[in-house]
């Protein structure tokens, strides 16, 4: 995702506004986690929320999760991709199927 | 993104595991915050963080994003350069250059 | 604390504007999720914040938990004390002073 | 609450094990976010949730509540009541009886 339109658009937008001083790895993870709490607010009393402000908090998290991703020098969907075939060892079909149970409890 | 390798490996995960019925919106939003902690939890007392556990925890953020993007029908990439074009407007590079002001303090 | 000035205060004034019913343990957590995030954005982009903005998302944060435990007919105090008397246990003080390491790597 | 049996607790465990270095204000806000998203866990897939999981980690938030609050200097109780104060004004009874809307949408 390196030469990707949506990456490129984002260094551009950071160097621009010479941000990238800003964005440890630490404050982008703290920037996930106050823009997961903004997303869940959509949600704070009830299942139903403005489909677009939901949008919008989630493309917050997502911006942030991919300025991460860049200033840790890793791939997106690599890293998902990988992480699954993981997830996929700790919950095999047989045992995992329509139970949302944690897999050390399965 | 929706005809992405990854979306689709995605889909075919749950599908397998017959877990959609677990992923509500809401339920991925919950589920997106609490990702979020744990990967805050790698910076919890200090800014150095093991790169190999931040890789892990950042995929799972981004994949509960991305169960949330397809559940709501919308693609990851044109929701973060949508929202990064109205950011452009909050943040005009005269003003915002070098400072990590909120934009209505700017 | 459930004769305590401040819990009464607190049901009080939920009572006055018949709020009980949003107040599921799950919204409440859901609330202290959003809260924490809030206070978390103080120290975004650095260590020092604003106190009066740090004392204000704190009380909030505060005002949740102490709902939620009302709500859960439990006192706070008392499952504070109670979690120490384990936290003890879990980091004795030989092994673990001075160090932030988490107790499954003392 | 500074001289509460909770605080005093709190205080000589943390003193105990030489932990108050890494006690900064940034570090204890992050803490509340981590157990925060941990008591949200209790909750991601439906709203029945076991009662002493729910204790524990409330028990957490509440503990890095009290820590951040002795750090500020601050009474836990104080806040709270001054915060509701201000909070009566954004929620007067007659427009918020029964509604969870938010202040700025009543």
């Known amino acids: 995702m390196t030469d990707d ?3 490129r658009s984002l260094r551009e937008f950071v160097a621009e506004r010479d941000w990238a001083q800003f964005h440890s790895p ?3 993870a703290k920037s996930i986690a106050i823009e997961g709490g903004e997303l869940l607010e959509c949600f704070q009393w009830g299942s139903d929320a403005d489909a677009e402000r939901v949008r ?3 493309a917050d998290v997502l911006t942030y999760c991919l300025l991460l991703a860049d200033r ?3 791939d997106p969907d690599e ?3 990988d992480k699954l075939e ?3 060892g700790k ?3 047989e045992k995992a199927r329509g139970r949302s149970t944690k897999y050390d409890a399965l």
């Open 72 to 74: 840790l020098g890793v």
């Open 79 to 81: 890293i998902v991709l």
């Open 86 to 88: 993981r997830t996929r």
């Open 26 to 28: 630490e404050n982008l």
């Open 56 to 58: 919008d908090e989630l």
């Open 5 to 7: 339109n949506v990456v």
């Open 91 to 93: 919950y095999p079909v």
